[in-house]
């Protein structure tokens, strides 16, 4: 059983599937529906390989929440990379500072409830989401 909250660093590609593993038996311990546990991975995957890629490393954060009468899932990445300096450009379909496809943060997004981006050049990157059950 996985516990209700926690972190785990990600520092290597390892790491991202350490983070696929937890964030799928999380999914699964919370109830959550096959399609909604399979968003939720994919955008735990694609933050996870951005803290790693572009971030140099960093951390993910676990736990479940509760607002009013609904409860989810809440996943925190953090780095003290470079950071985003366009914000609006990174969320943009296609657009990738490295060699990517460009469809990490647009894509994350798209596959979850709650999306939230607070970087700053040279400030480190922090992702927030959430998949409500």
């Given at each position: ?11 290597i590609?390892q790491?991202?599937v ?5 964030v ?5 311990a919370s ?9 939720l991975?994919t ?5 996870a390989r951005n803290?790693?890629?572009?971030g140099?490393?960093?951390?993910m ?5 509760e607002?009013?009468?609904r409860?989810?899932?809440q996943?925190?990445f953090?780095d003290?990379g470079p950071g985003?300096?366009?914000q609006a450009?990174?969320l943009?379909d296609g ?9 990490g943060?647009s894509g994350?997004r798209?596959?979850?409830d709650?999306?939230e981006?607070d970087?700053?050049a040279?400030?480190?990157t922090?992702?927030?989401i959430i998949k409500?059950?």
């Amino acid at each position: 059983m996985i516990a209700e909250n926690g972190s785990l660093p990600i520092r290597i590609e390892q790491d991202v599937v350490l983070a696929r593993q937890t964030v799928r038996q999380l999914a699964v311990a919370s109830g959550l529906r096959l399609v909604d546990q399979t968003k939720l991975v994919t955008a735990a995957s694609e933050l996870a390989r951005n803290a790693v890629i572009y971030g140099g490393g960093g951390d993910m954060h676990w736990s479940r929440v509760e607002r009013g009468f609904r409860r989810g899932i809440q996943l925190v990445f953090a780095d003290q990379g470079p950071g985003i300096p366009d914000q609006a450009k990174a969320l943009t379909d296609g657009w990738s500072s490295g060699t990517g496809m460009g469809l990490g943060l647009s894509g994350s997004r798209r596959l979850v409830d709650d999306f939230e981006l607070d970087t700053a050049a040279g400030q480190g990157t922090r992702v927030t989401i959430i998949k409500w059950i």
